[in-house]
């Protein structure tokens, strides 16, 4: 019989920046790296260094040791230092479905510049992992999952549970995606330091080694043990040769090897002689107490979550779809300064980053990242989108005096909206004369008479809103600066059926052609009234001599501020929509807790002011005003619980008798053609230790719930499992949280608020997070964090999106993924060009797909386009050759390797078969006519 294999793997978890701020955290990496070279060039017998998966520390050890880069390469060629796969070690439910592609995508190409990449699912320090990530590994060629938390209970200080309810009674086990995809699933648990600081004396060997390996006994399916040498920020152990033939010595039952993953994972794979468990899905630690799944994190610092959104919705829906379209009309595809900004951008990915869970100096700095990363992108979507629009034929606008501008829709879909652009309608270069003389020139131009077009001739219903003269440049690319005056005005209009990755052309002018009626700008209601009588809605006649509606649904609004929605294609109506609420939380950055008063405070019982701000034939905008009181902050108790370092689930400090002011400013957008109500909610926050959320009760009777995440929508339970101990069952989202049945369906959308709870309240009530203020990091030490209060003015974005069943909960995640991509307009010329004035880049089709991306490649002229099959039946996409030839596309994957080409039927249509959740990465090299 062999000897069991005690694998001893070197590493460290490096959290960029956490309890210090990035840059003392990197001091300590130089000297880290620094000691790692030396002592592998030193001790052959010490024989690699994981290198936590993650080759931003690359970058971060050379920009301080560019004359190192050599010696680096060398000793990763060796493979004694392995990297990869991936860029930073992210969290995987806070970054999108694209950002998590892109981390793998980059972490790839940056490993490859130094040979070979580790090709492992390495998720150390995940705060759970999302149910899609077995199938992303598998097409970019990974077999395997490494990970620290989801099947079992972690604590305190990364503490580990015993528990007769792991999901695989195994540290070995098979991790299936929702698709069918599998990969041998390795659990660290026993955490990733159970072989940190191994003793070179002989005494204390004895005393290190038993527990340890009869911990590893105790969860491994075979003969090869698993021992993690290294843990957060941990220093090389440069003895660790003579550690281990000390352990040899005493313990020569087991074989002690100096090991990598690649030899670990396949001794593994060799010795399993019995069928592992298959775990399928997320892996969100369901199966424990509750208090540490640090799903609390997803409503940690929400400034910092909707920032991310933002930047991510720039990216990803914005400047690589217009970049690649440009890139098919003759631009070079900018894919450095793209890796530039998504680097930028990932770097406020990892866990301890995104997920708002650090020092206040980590997440000051994250701000200046997002605000890095935002520029650029934004530069690249401009120059992108006016190159397009200097090839759309324009020449259709006869009268001299028209502005042409183009209305851009960056949704997958046709959709309708309202738009708002600023156009100068005249100009004056600062050369010509003085400042003064060009700003009196520019205000004597009548614009109150103009009107909007589109590519048809027709008059379109818009609000003009006269800006004055306003100073401006230009940066051309072969001259200097070239600065003016420009008369500007705001045009503000709703666009009907725009094309889905498409645009279509308006303009503005100054005198209408003599065939074509005049309508008049809208006018705005200014603070009109809404009539309320005792009852709780508003009265009958109010309702028919001004519904609040659209199409889709029929809006009222109650005394207290809460709607009742109706929805037209179903006849469902849901009430007491939007009600707000307030909880104390005595947790920290990782965990909530409420307060040991339990008492929740909501805007039920409050009067609210409503005032109608704006009525047009497209839109109308509703205010709601709620006047609050509540607490402060906690009690004094909390501080002491704070130094003391009671644990979250133990406290029982109460909220502050004295009470400041919380004004809550409530829009509601109803747009005509759009079937999500739009909701922004505006308040100055001076409390501390407080939760606000937003309820909307569904009276929906399902056991089970739907929320967006990472190429999928999940299926949650409502109900907590019976070790459930926690009474919040806060989760995350990345846009939308839903339930349904056979008959109607209720979907909250939002942008940027990533915690959402189904409560047990007999109504199925989805609670969205729109702040959490807290005082402390937790976790290991006490850390200060005033800046987690969150003091100061915020603004929220939600939406409320009905729909008829179950069967169309796809069509509502299409409605919810397009309320985050905002319109983009862009102004141009009268001039002839290659593209027609109304235009979609791509044709398709496809029951329950979701479209997830559209980039372009500097390695072959190309659009790598992503799909992902939202349900669990197969569908079929159709791609039709309305927009030029359906050939020359490929098969690809995330990595964006060709598999192979694809062949169009006879009629010119691409069909490819999608599998149930399947993820699907095409290629069309071609340019497009």
């Not at 694998?7 to 955290?25: F, N």
């Not at 230009?474 to 009907?496: C, I, K």
């Not at 001076?686 to 056991?703: M, Y």
Request: proline share 5%.
């Amino acid at each position: 019989m062999k000897k069991p294999v005690a694998h001893i793997i070197s590493h460290t978890h490096w959290d960029r920046e956490w309890y210090m701020p990035y840059e003392k955290h990197h001091v300590r990496l130089i000297a880290l790296m620094d000691v790692l070279l030396d002592t592998l060039e030193q001790d052959k017998e010490f024989r690699s260094f994981h290198l936590d998966g993650q080759t931003i520390i690359l970058e971060d050890y050379l920009q301080v040791r560019p004359e190192r880069r050599e010696r680096l390469g060398q000793l990763i060629r060796q493979g004694r230092i392995v990297i990869g796969p991936w860029y930073i070690l992210q969290d995987e439910f806070l970054t999108s479905s694209e950002a998590n592609v892109r981390n793998l995508l980059i972490g790839h190409e940056d490993a490859k510049a130094y040979g070979s990449v580790a090709k492992l699912g390495y998720f150390p320090d995940s705060f759970g992992n999302v149910g899609q990530a077995p199938q992303l590994l598998r097409q970019a060629g990974i077999q395997n999952a490494i990970f620290g938390r989801g099947v079992k209970p972690t604590g305190f200080n990364n503490a580990v549970s015993d528990s007769t309810a792991y999901e695989s009674p195994f540290s070995e086990m098979r991790w299936r995606s929702p698709d069918g995809s599998e990969v041998l699933g390795i659990l660290f648990a026993n955490w990733y330091h159970n072989g940190m600081e191994i003793p070179v004396d002989e005494e204390k060997a004895l005393a290190y080694w038993p527990d340890r390996l009869a911990n590893v006994e105790r969860y491994a399916s075979t003969p090869q043990l698993l021992f993690m040498n290294g843990c957060d920020h941990q220093p090389v152990q440069t003895d660790l040769s003579a550690a281990l033939e000390t352990a040899r010595k005493l313990y020569p039952d087991y074989d002690f090897k100096h090991s990598s993953f690649t030899e670990y994972i396949e001794a593994v794979e060799a010795a399993i002689d019995q069928p592992l468990a298959v775990v399928e899905g997320e892996l969100r630690s369901q199966q424990t107490d509750g208090w540490n799944t640090l799903a609390s994190t997803a409503s940690a610092r929400v400034y910092i979550k909707q920032a991310n959104a933002k930047g991510q919705i720039l990216l990803e829906k914005l400047a690589e779809p217009a970049a690649a379209f440009a890139a098919h009309l003759g631009r070079p595809y900018p894919s450095h300064l793209f890796t530039y900004a998504w680097k930028t951008l990932m770097q406020n990915h990892p866990h301890d980053s995104i997920c708002g869970c650090s020092v206040d100096e980590v997440h000051a700095e994250m701000m200046t990242r997002f605000a890095k990363s935002h520029d650029v992108a934004e530069v690249l979507a401009q120059d992108s989108q006016r190159f397009i629009t200097d090839h759309i034929d324009t020449s259709g606008f006869s009268n001299s005096s028209a502005v042409p501008f183009v209305v851009m829709n960056y949704a997958s879909l046709k959709r309708s909206g309202v738009v708002s652009v600023e156009l100068e309608v005249a100009k004056r270069s600062l050369a010509d004369a003085s400042p003064a003389e060009i700003h009196a020139e520019l205000e004597r131009i009548e614009i109150e008479s103009g009107i909007v077009i589109d590519s048809d001739g027709r008059t379109v219903e818009a609000e003009i809103e006269d800006l004055g003269v306003q100073f401006n440049y230009t940066l051309p690319d072969d001259r200097f600066r070239q600065p003016y005056m420009a008369r500007r005005l705001r045009v503000t209009m709703g666009v009907d059926k725009v094309p889905g990755l498409g645009y279509r052309v308006y303009a503005w002018q100054r005198e209408p052609s003599l065939s074509l009626p005049v309508t008049p700008p809208a006018t705005s209601a200014a603070q009109e009234q809404l009539p309320v009588d005792n009852e709780a809605y508003l009265s009958l006649a109010s309702q028919e001599r001004n519904p609040l509606e659209n199409e889709f649904y029929l809006i009222h609004i109650a005394r207290n501020g809460s709607l009742t929605l109706t929805d037209k294609e179903t006849g469902e109506i849901y009430h007491d929509l939007c009600i707000y609420e307030n909880v104390g939380d005595i947790g920290n950055e990782y965990v909530f807790k409420q307060d040991g008063g339990m008492q929740a405070l909501t805007t039920r019982e409050l009067d609210a002011e409503v005032s109608v701000l704006s009525r047009t034939a497209y839109a109308t905008v509703v205010e709601i005003i709620h006047r609050w009181q509540i607490p402060v902050m906690a009690d004094d108790l909390l501080q002491r619980e704070v130094v003391t370092m009671v644990p979250i689930s133990e406290r029982r400090s109460q909220r502050s008798e004295l009470t400041v002011p919380l004004v809550i400013r409530t829009l509601i957008t109803i747009e005509q053609g759009v079937k999500a109500l739009k909701i922004t909610a505006s308040f100055d926050n001076q409390a501390k230790d407080h939760r606000l959320r937003a309820l909307f009760p569904s009276d929906i009777g399902s056991t089970v719930h739907y929320a967006d995440s990472v190429f999928e929508i999940a299926q949650r339970p409502n109900e907590p499992g019976p070790q459930w101990l926690n009474p919040s069952n806060a989760q995350h989202q990345q846009v939308f949280a839903a339930l349904d049945d056979a008959e109607r369906g209720l979907a909250i959308a939002a942008i940027g608020l990533n915690e959402y709870e189904v409560l047990r309240d007999g109504r199925n009530t989805i609670a969205v997070t729109l702040l959490r203020s807290v005082g402390e990091l937790g976790d290991w030490g006490v850390f200060p964090t005033p800046a987690a209060q969150c003091l100061g003015k915020h603004t929220v974005e939600f939406a409320i999106i009905p729909y008829a069943s179950q069967t169309k909960r796809s069509e509502a995640a299409t409605e919810a993924y397009a309320y985050q991509i905002p319109w983009v307009t862009v102004q141009t010329q009268i001039h002839h060009g290659n593209q027609p004035p109304v235009h979609s880049w791509l044709d398709w089709c496809g029951e329950h797909l979701a479209l997830s991306s559209v980039k372009g490649t500097a390695e072959h002229a190309g659009i790598f386009f992503r799909w992902y099959n939202l349900s669990s039946d197969p569908t079929e996409l159709s791609l039709f050759p309305g927009m030029g030839s359906t050939s020359d596309w490929h098969q690809s994957n995330i990595l964006e390797e060709r598999l192979h080409p694809l062949e169009p039927d006879a009629d010119g249509i691409l069909r490819i078969q999608v599998k149930p959740y399947e993820i699907v990465t095409l290629e069309r090299q071609s340019t497009f006519s």
